[in-house]
Structures are given as structure tokens and as C-alpha cells.
């Protein structure tokens, strides 16, 4: 529960400085829908890219957002499609199941367009 509230606030503070920084958000994505989005998309990213499984709190946190911020424009659903995708190319990656990491990587690029970012390019993280 405390990693859930954690998150709610880190979003609200990631939220204000971006509103303070006049960054723009893309058209019909809700400042806070977006932030909450990119907080889910980050934690994934970095479960898959170190090869390892999302815990069952970054489920949880991904259903809460999707309760507290619903996706009511068209943009911000297929922003939710795209991560989707990624939560079941995860999975399917973890089982190495017919190769699904090009699967995974163009549910990260389409969820990039619909956020209107410039990703990073995807790499493995090296185990230590």
C-alpha cells in the first residue's frame, strides 16, 4: 500500500514541476492522466529491460490509475492499449513465448506517438 501512495505522490509532484516548467502535453491526454501513465510506463520498461517479472504491487498500482484516472479521450485510450500490450508482451517475454520482444517494442513505440516522447532506445540491462 505504501509503494501505491508513493507513486499517487510522486505523480502529483512530477505533475506540478512539469505544470511549472510549461511543458505541453499532447492533445487530449490529461496532465494527470499523463503523468500516472509515464510513472506505470517507466517501472515496466525497467522490469522488462532487467528481466524481470512486474511484482504484483506494479499490477496494482496499474489497476488503481486506471480506476483513479480513467481514460476518457480517444488519445488516452490508445495510450492504454499500448500499455496493455506491454503488461502482456512482459509476460510472455519472461516465458520467452515465440519471441514477443518486437511485439513489446512496438506497443512501446506506438505508446511513445500517443505521448507525443522521444523514448530512449530499448536495451537489455546488464546483470552485475
Known sequence: MKKIVG?????SLAASIMAACGIEYPEGVDQEFYEGAQAIF?????DVAEGEPSDR????????????EPATSTQEQEIVKALNAM???ETAIQQDINHPLD????????????MNKDLPEFT????D
Do not use: C, P, S
Open 124 to 127: 537489455f540491462t546488464e546483470e
Open 103 to 114: 511485439r513489446y517494442l512496438n506497443a512501446r513505440q506506438t505508446y511513445a506517438h500517443y
Open 57 to 68: 504491487q506494479d499490477k496494482q498500482n496499474y489497476n488503481l490509475f486506471n480506476q483513479v
Open 42 to 46: 517507466d517501472e515496466l520498461d525497467k
Open 87 to 89: 503488461f502482456a508482451e
Open 7 to 11: 507513486i499517487i505522490g510522486a505523480v
